[in-house]
């Protein structure tokens, strides 16, 4: 940043604030979250929102449609950052008036596109923005395209681009998350000014580089480039008609950096020296089992019916219409290895019933039990209780850890929940969060 004291940012699609948490603990003085917008369509009681308000301030969430805010009422910014969510970013050509954009408000990407690009001369210096890792090969029929479309859109508003697909256990962190991450930086920024080529900001000089070290080749080779569009105009269009049009298995690798409309990426290798996170080391113990309450626990009962969800099978099944087919299935591990990260904790984790992802593990009570949402909080490195709150339930609290991501770089905060500071006075009004609709202000 250009002799900033401060990065002001901006958190879309904020769900309970991972990249707040995980920028505000690396610098809290440098990083200072200005605006966040969290929205969640299909749900009347927007959790997220809820949280999110008790822990930063009520005054700290918009809690609306982002495509119905406007963007002269979005504070100025230095960094947007947001986990967007994975969707179709074609652009068709047969809209009017828009070159397709207009019409694919629902694909909450180009409400980032819209942000950018709109803020004209005030446009952030950087964008952070992170999403699933099958983004670099969307959609299967044409493998790489809707990467090569938010690459160009960011190439379009003057920005370079570096991403990396971290899996956060190779990082010393306590679960198998991998995650498609995206920085963008303007070609005026200081980052900008110390851009090598590409292999070596790859391998050694770029943003990832620098945070995630990836093993360095003894000679480090030019890597070639990949031209996102051939044609000088309707290049978005172009790149959903035409990317790809090789075929390749892999257009873009886990590692590379887009200049000018041309990706350069290479596939690289974790490096960490730290001893690895495991489930055992986020284990409730000593004060922290009085929230392992026997709703936890494994009735002796339902034990053969997880067995039967997390073992091999090869099963005859008849569809509705009587087509008969073999069902077949790998086995997993039953219960979870407590010296091993976790697997990827999805949103139905937090459920009752016999389930194939749901975690297991054996306590030091003997007895097997799915795992608290203090665990889960740990396992996405959040802070302790981070998402305890009136009104939001285990199940909940464990679907937003679903959705959340890996912050990283944290200690077990052992404060028990009853100190916690949650000041419920400043956030008095939780049932707007239940009742606000597209239009709406707040």
């Known amino acids: 940043m250009k002799?900033?004291?401060?990065?002001?940012?901006?958190?879309?699609?904020?769900?309970?604030?991972?990249?707040?948490?995980?920028?505000?603990?690396?610098?809290?003085?440098?990083?200072?979250?200005?605006?966040?917008?969290?929205?969640?369509?299909?749900?009347?009681?927007?959790?997220?929102?809820?949280?999110?308000?008790?822990?930063?301030?009520?005054?700290?969430?918009c809690n609306?449609?982002?495509?119905?805010?406007?963007?002269?009422?979005?504070?100025?910014?230095?960094?947007?950052?947001?986990?967007?969510?994975?969707?179709?970013?074609?652009?068709?050509?047969?809209?009017?008036?828009?070159?397709?954009?207009?019409?694919?408000?629902?694909?909450?990407?180009?409400?980032?596109?819209?942000?950018?690009?709109?803020?004209?001369?005030?446009?952030?210096?950087?964008?952070?923005?992170?999403?699933?890792?099958?983004?670099?090969?969307?959609?299967?029929?044409?493998?790489?395209?809707?990467?090569?479309?938010?690459?160009?859109?960011?190439?379009?508003?003057?920005?370079?681009?570096?991403?990396?697909?971290?899996?956060?256990?190779?990082?010393?962190?306590?679960?198998?998350?991998?995650?498609?991450?995206?920085?963008?930086?303007?070609?005026?920024?200081?980052?900008?000014?110390?851009?090598?080529?590409?292999?070596?900001?790859?391998?050694?000089?770029?943003?990832?580089?620098?945070?995630?070290?990836?093993?360095?080749?003894e000679t480090i080779k030019e890597v070639p480039g990949l031209k996102l569009s051939s044609k000088r105009k309707d290049r978005l269009v172009d790149i959903t008609d035409n990317f790809n049009s090789a075929r390749l298995d892999k257009p873009f690798s886990n590692s590379g950096v887009m200049i000018d409309g041309v990706a350069y990426s290479l596939a690289t290798i974790p490096v960490c020296n730290e001893e690895k996170a495991t489930i055992r080391s986020i284990m409730a113990k000593d004060e922290d089992m009085k929230y392992v309450t026997e709703e936890f626990y494994i009735p002796e009962a339902q034990i053969p019916r997880w067995e039967y969800f997390k073992g091999s099978k090869r099963e005859k099944r008849v569809r509705a219409d009587g087509f008969e087919y073999f069902y077949t299935e790998g086995g997993m591990a039953f219960p979870d290895s407590l010296d091993s990260p976790s697997r990827t904790i999805i949103t139905s984790e937090g459920g009752k019933s016999p389930d194939r992802c749901r975690h297991v593990i054996q306590d030091q009570t003997g007895r097997l039990r799915r795992l608290t949402p203090l665990e889960l909080e740990r396992l996405n490195m959040f802070p302790d209780h981070h998402t305890a709150l009136e009104g939001v339930d285990a199940g909940k609290r464990a679907f937003l850890m679903g959705n959340a991501l890996v912050t990283g770089d944290f200690k077990i905060d052992t404060t028990p929940i009853d100190d916690y500071p949650i000041d419920l006075a400043r956030f008095s009004e939780l049932g707007k969060f239940g009742t606000q609709r597209k239009g709406e202000t707040s």
């Open 64 to 217: 609306l449609d982002i495509n119905t805010v406007k963007t002269e009422d979005i504070p100025d910014h230095d960094m947007l950052v947001g986990g967007f969510p994975c969707q179709d970013y074609s652009v068709a050509t047969t809209l009017s008036n828009s070159k397709g954009i207009e019409g694919k408000k629902g694909v909450l990407w180009w409400s980032i596109y819209r942000i950018l690009k709109e803020k004209g001369d005030k446009m952030p210096e950087m964008v952070f923005l992170e999403n699933v890792d099958r983004l670099l090969l969307s959609p299967a029929k044409q493998r790489g395209r809707d990467f090569a479309i938010i690459l160009e859109c960011l190439n379009e508003l003057g920005y370079i681009v570096e991403w990396r697909v971290i899996n956060a256990a190779e990082y010393a962190m306590p679960q198998k998350r991998r995650r498609t991450y995206i920085v963008g930086y303007k070609k005026d920024s200081k980052i900008a000014t110390g851009l090598s080529s590409p292999a070596q900001w790859i391998y050694n000089d770029g943003v990832f580089a620098k945070a995630f070290p990836v093993d360095v080749p």
């Open 3 to 61: 002799n900033m004291q401060e990065v002001r940012i901006i958190e879309l699609f904020a769900g309970v604030g991972g990249f707040r948490v995980g920028l505000e603990r690396a610098d809290k003085d440098f990083y200072k979250t200005v605006w966040a917008n969290q929205w969640e369509p299909a749900t009347k009681i927007q959790h997220a929102a809820m949280v999110y308000a008790a822990r930063f301030g009520k005054d700290s969430i």
